[in-house]
């Protein structure tokens, strides 16, 4: 079957000729690297989207405390603090991970979050 193509004109080179081995050799490499790129890509995306979600609970759970803080008790609020500070340091690894990929980062792929 390929060796059909071999005898057919390549209008995808200049100058033109037929299909060759090494054109559909390089052509194998681009999409390799294409599809290696993607998953990388996918890989942040979903970092990213965790990163803001987190970012999200970060947010509501200071909330619930500056509500809170007044009218429960010392237990409560201190439980409060605790799930702030490890979403603080979760925030923080994930962004300082984050950090060193983004800008390999291609902004045309974005998933679903996967958090």
């Not at 803080?69 to 010392?74: F, G, I, L, N």
Request: hydrophobic fraction near 35%; charge should be negative.
């Amino acid at each position: 079957m390929i060796d059909k193509l071999f005898t057919e004109p390549n209008k995808h080179v200049e100058p033109r000729s037929n299909f060759s081995y090494e054109f559909f050799l390089l052509q194998w490499q681009f999409q390799v690297n294409f599809e290696s790129q993607k998953h990388t890509d996918h890989e942040i995306q979903e970092k990213l989207a965790c990163l803001f979600e987190r970012e999200e609970i970060l947010k509501d759970k200071i909330n619930l405390f500056v509500v809170t803080s007044t009218e429960s008790t010392q237990l409560y609020s201190t439980s409060i603090l605790r799930e702030i500070g490890n979403l603080q340091i979760a925030q923080s690894k994930e962004a300082s991970k984050i950090g060193v990929e983004f800008g390999d980062l291609n902004p045309r792929n974005i998933p679903p979050s996967t958090c």
